[in-house]
């Protein structure tokens, strides 16, 4: 059985996405902008939820891609699978709250962890975002933005 809380429209509902922010990577001094874009389907026959999130960061020509699984969801929690280039594929646990939809990854293994959670604001289609990202080798990634529902599936 799957709940979908009407609360939470962000990565639980199907719809395209868009975002933008500040980046900052502990390898640059400085902020850099970025733009994001969510697909996110509806769910299979089983209740599994397969987006893709592209991401485009000012300066940089690479449009990296990260594609989400979200399955197993209950009233207050989720399991995460996040798989792109770099990492492979990881597998987190994912939180909802009346206020907040976020999600962890702790893979000490691969000298990998971070957390990403999205705040709803009065507008049901509008989330603010807080995101941080480390590794082992001190690469730490912080990211600051919003993200709003522009088409529904």
Do not use: C
């Amino acid at each position: 059985k799957v709940y979908v809380l009407k609360k939470h429209l962000f990565i639980l509902k199907s719809g395209l996405w868009l975002g933008e922010g500040k980046i900052n990577l502990s390898m640059m001094d400085e902020q850099l902008a970025f733009f994001t874009r969510w697909k996110i389907p509806k769910s299979n026959n089983k209740g599994r939820i397969d987006s893709v999130q592209e991401i485009q960061i000012s300066g940089l020509q690479d449009v990296m891609q990260n594609q989400f699984a979200v399955y197993d969801i209950t009233q207050k929690e989720f399991n995460i699978e996040l798989e792109n280039q770099s990492l492979g594929k990881v597998v987190g646990k994912g939180l909802i709250s009346e206020k907040v939809i976020g999600w962890e990854f702790r893979l000490g293994h691969l000298g990998f962890e971070g957390f990403e959670f999205y705040e709803a604001t009065s507008d049901p289609n509008t989330y603010l975002m807080h995101a941080e990202y480390a590794t082992t080798d001190d690469f730490r990634t912080v990211i600051h933005g919003k993200i709003w529902l522009t088409e529904e599936n």
